[in-house]
């Protein structure tokens, strides 16, 4: 499939010396991770994510949480990156300042090559004692409950932030400080409605980066970025690098 792109587009890719990149489920969609939109299967078709992915879901039902999570380690360890993963490691490779800001906890970017990557909702094969909040190494993930931690006894639970959690510290201000560097934004995959991830795009934007959404279908951002661009994240993000770049090196 032959994909065109506006030379302003291209032109702006060569040139940069600073890309900042948000990603969302979208991007991981391709690679079979269901994303938040989509109503969730099986034994999971009956929860909200939004609902399960909360401290008082957990507080209620540590199990039930436990388990989701669980169910989507293992999706996540099943999957296998796709073209859209590889080609956005591509980019770093191309523009070294590239830094890839991401709210999914499924570790695909690091496991395509990306190196530069903020993961502001943590990552899923990550532990934490949900009491002192120190890391937890869990090598085998108990699929009934979540195990005690060896300190204090708290809960463990997932590395992830949950809905009316704070970010990490860190991993804000690194996102921040991208988006306020960058000349290039690309918000892919991401419905644009949690924030404050969806604010970056809306920041880097004000602070004069040309901005660009790649996405299946319009969305919250709808409008309001300089360009917005609609179709499978697999299929552009590897014609956009080959556009501005030429043949891809090794990477994927
Ligand atoms: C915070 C980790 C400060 C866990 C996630 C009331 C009380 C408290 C907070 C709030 C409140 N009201 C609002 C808030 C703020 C809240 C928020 O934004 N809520 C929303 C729902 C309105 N945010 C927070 O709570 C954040 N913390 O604000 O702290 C605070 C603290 C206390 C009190 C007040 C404020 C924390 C948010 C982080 C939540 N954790 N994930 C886990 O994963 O289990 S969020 C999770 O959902 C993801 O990480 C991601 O952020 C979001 C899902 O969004 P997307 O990634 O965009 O995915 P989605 O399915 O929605 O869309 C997929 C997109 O891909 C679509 O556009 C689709 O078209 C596209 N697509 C599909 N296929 C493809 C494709 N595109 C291209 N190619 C394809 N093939």
Redesign the pocket.
Known sequence: MTVTFPSELIERLRAAQSVAILT????S??SGMP????AQTGLWARYD??EL?SPAAFRANPVLVWQWYAYRRALAEAAAPNPGHYALAELEQRIPDTTLIT???DGLHHRAGSRNVVEL??N?TRYRCSDDGAPVEVTIVEKDAPPRCPRCGGLIRPD????????PQHAWNMALAATRRCSLFLC??????????ADLPLIAQADGAYTVE????P?ALAGQLNLHLYG???TLLPALVVAAFGERSSIG
């Open positions: 969302g489920a979208g991007v969609a391709e994303t938040f939109r989509d994510p939004a992915a709210q999914n906890v909702h943590g899923l992830v932030v949950w809905f009316g959690e704070l970010l892919i995959g991401t419905s644009g409605v949690v924030r404050p991830a790649i996405n299946l279908a969305g499978p994240s697999g």
